[in-house]
């Protein structure tokens, strides 16, 4: 499926039962070729090819414990302290952007207390900025250096 993010040559892999994998090239592995995995590895791409963010600074499906339950991040960018400073969370293309998938991304970071979110389901791309107990969208995804 065609994204609003720029081609990159990724590698997938057919298994004998007929299911693709595409390589992660931050999990060093292949996973499920899934529409939302689509999305993210193509913004992990853009991230790294054209907002310069390192990575070695930057995780998929990292594990969070919110309320007693063990949650997943999409992606986490870390500063060079190895403190976390911005999540991202990924949806399907089909999927529309709303208020409640925000809601998602908010309570994951009442955890890890980030600076910046942002949100892509390939098509539409949001990011924003945390300032005390408020957020601002910005115009558009951060350089790694402006987060």
């Not at 994998?21 to 993210?40: C, M, N, S, Y």
Request: overall charge neutral; hydrophobic content about 40%; proline content about 5%.
């Amino acid at each position: 499926m065609k994204l609003n993010l720029p081609e990159y040559e990724y590698e997938v892999r057919h298994l004998a039962d007929g299911t693709l994998q595409i390589h992660d090239r931050l999990r060093g592995k292949f996973v499920a070729l899934t529409p939302e995995e689509w999305v993210r590895q193509h913004f992990v791409n853009f991230l790294i090819a054209h907002r310069g963010y390192p990575p070695h600074l930057m995780a998929n499906e990292v594990g969070i414990r919110h309320n007693g339950c063990l949650r997943r991040c999409d992606t986490i960018i870390y500063d060079h302290y190895a403190t976390p400073i911005a999540i991202v969370e990924y949806k399907a293309p089909e999927i529309e952007i709303t208020s409640r998938v925000f809601d998602q991304i908010v309570r994951y970071n009442m955890v890890l207390k980030v600076r910046s979110l942002m949100v892509s389901n390939g098509m539409a791309h949001y990011a924003c900025r945390i300032e005390g107990d408020s957020y601002h969208f910005l115009r558009d995804v951060p350089l790694y250096d402006n987060l």
